[in-house]
Structures are given as structure tokens and as C-alpha cells.
């Protein structure tokens, strides 16, 4: 029998109630049920020892659902008001429960105390056929004894509340007691069932987004004349020193190193950069953008992106090789369409067919974007090329977003592509190794 409804009880240790039940039961354990789970539901349950016989049964004691009765009003529920009520209004009281099975004597006895305050004495209840239960009504004068359930017929339970150490019904408040097949059938237990379909859901969501953003690439060896390029948005030195951010720059050993949202005091700028890494050649862009090269950079153009973003092309000279740089930024405002700025920005992308050029920037926009969809067919992002790892780059330290991207065109070859990580930001580096095509 599957239970869905029952709440599983702890039994406790013996103690002064367990030694009262002891002395009038035969018996010591005692079964708590929690507080505030409505309706009450108590298990009542004990195991024989071996060689008696016992066909396991299980009870229901809840409140009646209905209105609160204040002290002054004892007046029975009729049923018809079926708002859920706690079981706040009881004390506590133990119900003992007598297990017969063909025979008239127990052959097993449990105890469960329902909490509150003011719980009524009740007398001969006769259950219905098949057990579904009966309706409530206001209980008469108190009896002594306990629950005896037979779950074969379900003819008859004769309830008793022991009050004990003083405890005395403060309301006449109806309770109702129904056999748990029928209420696991009626009503089961729909929240474990919600919450195993939510954690389901959940796995299958979270294997999907790591299918998407995990890749395991074999390792590749770049040729000796690669070029190493790093795209990363410093977030103006918010997250860290800019001494730390210049000492995580030199350690990238990149050829090339483009950030997004660096210092745009160009004097500064430009001074900062010569002292901390000496080999490079410092460039500082207006819109917070620097190109840091080893080797000679010129600016041919500069504008606006659809007055959402804005971009700067560089010409860039290292080891003998030219290429062109497009360095774009996209404003984080979720609320600006995207396409517009992308839109304006693939445009000068296409003016660049016949000269090897790199894309790259904080776009805001993850790429499996449409709006990335027309870039495709002459562009390619090297991490769908050759990424290895996690290529989520925002926001740190737990980035569950790819805002951050390297695009090339049929000028560019990449070998290697991968994310970096740093707290010196919330965007992670990207690290892109390439050849330029002759």
C-alpha cells in the first residue's frame, strides 16, 4: 500500500506519558506528529513480534475542515463551510489506537499526540461501508479507551481522547477519522509528486544549458607563428585594482589584448599601460575601449551603433602580419533591442570581405541570438570552432551568460579558443589563438 498522505512519525524514547499509556495500554512508545502540516494526519501503526499474526493498518485522525469556534461557540460544523483550517486549536492529547484482527483482543496498540489546544472527547463512530469514512458530528460525553479500527470491515471505531495531566477539551470541535485508502485515492499526496516533476525538469534543464556551454575539445597545438588574441571587459576597475588587472593582462602573454570598459582618461590611460606592461603598444579608444599590441595599432573608424552600442576599427600590425580589428560594444540595457545595433555592426562587418579582420566585443547578446544567424555564412566565432571548456562569460563567479565574443572571417584561422578565469571582473577573458591568412 503506497502512502501519499500520512505523515511518517518518530517514535520516542520512554517517558512519563509513555509510562502512563505503559500502565493502561501495555505499551510505552510514543509516536509525535509535526505542527504545522494541515490537515494532522497521524500514522498509528506497531509491529508484533514473531509468530502473532498482524495485517498492517493505517488510520487517519484530522481536524473537521471548517471555520475556527471560539470558546463561547461550540456549535457543530455542518460540513458545508469547507475552508482549511491548522490544528492549532488542540492540546495535546494522546490517541490510542487498538489494532483487532478477527479476534477481540489488541493485537497491537500505538500512540500519536495531535497538537493545539482544546481537543473533543469522542464517542461511538460507526465508519461506512469500504471504508469512506462518515460525517462529522458533534461528539457526546467521553468514553475511555481508545481508536479500534478494523481494516477488513471497516464496521466500527470507537475514538477516546486521554486529556491527561490536566488537559480538558476548551472546544467541542468535530474531528474526522477515514479510512487511508480511501483518502490516499481521494487526495493523495500531490506536492511530492509536483516536487519530484519540478527536480526532473531541473536536471533535464540543467543537462541541456551544459550540453550547450561545455565543450571537450582534444588539445591542439597552435602553429609557432599563431597569434594569441584576448578580448575582456574589465568592468572599469570596479572588481578589482588596476594594478591586479594589469598583472593578470601580463600573464595572458597575448599578443594582442583588447578590453572593454577601461579607463577613459586617455592621458592616464595611455601613461598606466606603458609602466605596468612595458611590451606593449597602448592605444586607448574613446567609448572606455583599450588595444594593447605588441607591435604597431591604427584607428581608421569609429561611430555609433544604432545609438545602443558603438565600435572601433583598428588596423593592427604584430610580427609582420596585418590584419584589421573591429572592437564593438553592445549597452546592457535588457530593454534595447539588440538588433538594431548588430544590425548596423554586420554592415561594416561586410565592407571587410576582402581583408582579414577580428571581430570582437561585449556584445550583451548570447549567441544563439537570431540575430547572429546572417553572420554565419562568411563569419565564424571561434569558439564554435575550436571552444574547449565552459564558454560562459558573465557573470562571475557563477556566469551562466555568453555575452562576450570573437568572431573572424575566411582571413582568419583559429586553433583555440577558451575562456579564462579572474576575479578581478564579472566577465571572463576570452583567449583566442589564430593565423592570419595570406
Known sequence: ???????????????????????????????????????????????????????????????????????????????????????????????????????????????????????????????????????????????????????????????????????????????????????????????????????????????????????????????????????????????????RIAEQLSRFDADVLALAEGNSDEVQTREFWQSRLPGYSPLPLHGEMVLLVKGNATQQAAGQLARAGRFRRVEVEVRGVRFDMILADIVSDPLSPRGPPLGMLFEIMQTQADTPTLVVGDFNTPPTSVCFDGWRADWSRAWDVVGSGYQATWHQPLPVLTLDHVWGNRGMTFHRCVCGCSSCSDHRPVIAELTVRE
Open 1 to 243: 500500500m503506497t502512502e501519499k498522505s500520512l505523515e511518517t512519525v518518530r517514535w520516542l524514547p520512554s517517558c512519563s506519558a509513555a509510562a502512563s499509556n505503559r500502565a493502561r495500554f501495555g505499551f510505552s512508545p510514543v509516536a509525535r506528529a509535526p505542527k504545522l502540516k494541515p490537515p494532522t494526519l497521524s500514522q498509528v501503526r506497531r509491529s508484533l513480534g514473531p509468530g502473532q499474526r498482524w495485517s498492517e493498518h493505517w488510520a487517519i485522525i484530522r481536524p473537521r475542515f471548517g471555520t475556527q469556534l471560539s470558546p463561547g461557540n461550540a456549535t457543530p460544523l455542518d460540513g458545508r463551510i469547507r475552508a482549511p483550517t491548522l490544528n492549532r486549536d488542540y492540546d495535546t492529547a494522546h490517541v490510542a489506537a487498538v489494532k483487532h484482527h478477527q479476534v477481540p483482543s489488541p493485537q497491537g496498540i500505538a500512540v500519536t499526540p495531535l497538537v493545539g489546544t482544546g481537543l473533543g472527547r469522542l464517542h461511538d463512530w460507526p465508519l461506512g461501508s469500504g471504508g469512506n469514512g462518515c460525517h462529522a458530528s458533534r461528539p457526546s460525553a467521553g468514553v475511555g479507551g481508545g481508536v479500534l479500527c478494523d481494516a477488513a470491515n471497516c464496521a466500527r471505531c470507537v475514538v477516546a481522547v486521554d486529556g491527561g495531566a490536566g488537559r480538558m477539551p476548551a472546544l467541542g470541535r468535530p474531528i474526522e477519522i477515514s479510512d487511508l485508502r480511501f483518502h490516499s485515492q481521494k487526495t493523495g499526496r500531490p506536492r511530492a509528486a509536483i516536487l519530484l516533476a519540478t527536480a526532473m525538469l531541473g536536471c533535464v534543464c540543467v543537462g541541456v544549458w551544459l550540453f550547450q556551454n561545455f565543450r571537450w575539445a582534444s588539445v591542439q597545438h597552435p602553429p609557432p607563428n599563431a597569434l594569441k588574441v584576448v578580448f575582456w571587459n574589465v568592468g572599469r576597475g570596479q572588481f578589482a585594482s588596476w594594478d
